[in-house]
């Protein structure tokens, strides 16, 4: 099948208690790994590129890249989204590549303001055939050009969804209940420590989701920011050279709540990069001789599929669901 919008695999993930993730791509490997994992697990699958991916990679590439994935998984939905789109004209630029859904996240800016650039994206996107992604309430941490700085987060504040959602026209809405970007999610202080001396960190507002969920009946919610940050991967990047100190995400279990109440869309982008990193960090520990990139991307790209095969069975509930 063709690239699709997120339309019907949201309504199917909403009526089915699941979540579609939604896995940052860069590059080949990144495309391989999460498009074979899906193909092989039967599951629908959202490829998103940041405006630093595009800057890196090159839109045409990665589109390229992406419509290739298609050809090798036919059997299984592929919808290619802008992530964290941060003007109109960069959404416009995505819509007209080829990409079956943009966001724009005017997340920072006033209610009004943020209103006012949505509803132009969505008037564009609606007008050619794309879905929209808008964002109310602000996540801490760093992303790619995505910089919250601490204590400027802000959480969704329910009673202002319907009115947001009504005027703007919006197909699905990002949230903020305490999930963040980057692989630094919360600050020791803000944690506890288990008895391993792990830091734990604080609970999602599912008070704040069943809330909008409750003002917004059958609407697809996202949430953004919601690596794990498994810790294997980072005492395998500490353990071969790495710098990682008190690196810690969402509990995967608490993901799975989420991702069985309104929450259609899981963005998963760091805990790619760590089981990447981990993996060829160890390969040159272990062979200091290497030179060939498809000596050390092999074992990177296995390691994407099985991070993402992981994330589909045990943390979205995506498996079998096309």
Request: hydrophobic share 40%; proline share 6%.
């Amino acid at each position: 099948m063709p690239l699709v919008t997120t339309t019907e695999m949201f309504k199917k993930a909403y009526d089915g208690g699941y979540a579609v993730g939604a896995f940052n791509v860069n590059n080949m490997e990144i495309v391989q790994g999460i498009t074979e994992a899906a193909g092989e697990l039967k599951s629908p699958v959202i490829l998103q590129v940041s405006k630093g991916a595009r800057a890196y990679a090159n839109h045409t590439y990665l589109v390229k890249l992406v419509e290739a994935a298609v050809l090798e998984n036919p059997e299984i939905p592929i919808a290619l989204h802008l992530d964290h789109g941060d003007s109109f004209e960069l959404c416009k630029s995505c819509i007209d590549g080829g990409f079956t859904s943009v966001m724009i996240d005017m997340s920072s800016k006033p209610f009004e303001e943020n209103i006012a650039i949505t509803k132009q994206v969505v008037e564009y996107a609606h007008a050619h055939g794309v879905v929209v992604e808008a964002e109310l309430g602000t996540l801490e941490g760093v992303e790619d050009e995505v910089v919250v700085e601490a204590g400027q987060a802000s959480y969704t504040r329910p009673e202002e969804v319907e009115e947001f959602v009504s005027r703007t026209g919006c197909d699905s809405l990002a949230i903020a209940i305490g999930t963040s970007h980057g692989a630094y999610k919360f600050r020791p202080e803000q944690c506890t420590r288990n008895e391993k001396g792990i830091l734990v960190p604080p609970p999602l507002r599912f008070d704040v989701l069943e809330e909008v969920a409750k003002r917004l009946p059958g609407f697809p919610i996202v949430l953004h920011g919601s690596s794990s940050v498994p810790q294997e991967f980072v005492k395998m990047v500490n353990g071969y050279g790495g710098n990682m100190p008190d690196a810690v995400g969402i509990p995967e279990e608490q993901l799975r709540k989420a991702a069985s109440m309104a929450v259609c869309k899981i963005n998963i982008d760091s805990d790619i990069r760590l089981a990447m990193t981990g993996v060829i960090r160890k390969y040159f520990a272990e062979h200091p001789e290497a030179f060939d990139p498809r000596a050390y991307l092999k074992p990177a790209r296995q390691a994407v599929k099985d991070m993402v095969a992981h994330k589909i069975v045990d943390v979205l509930g995506s498996d079998g669901r096309i």
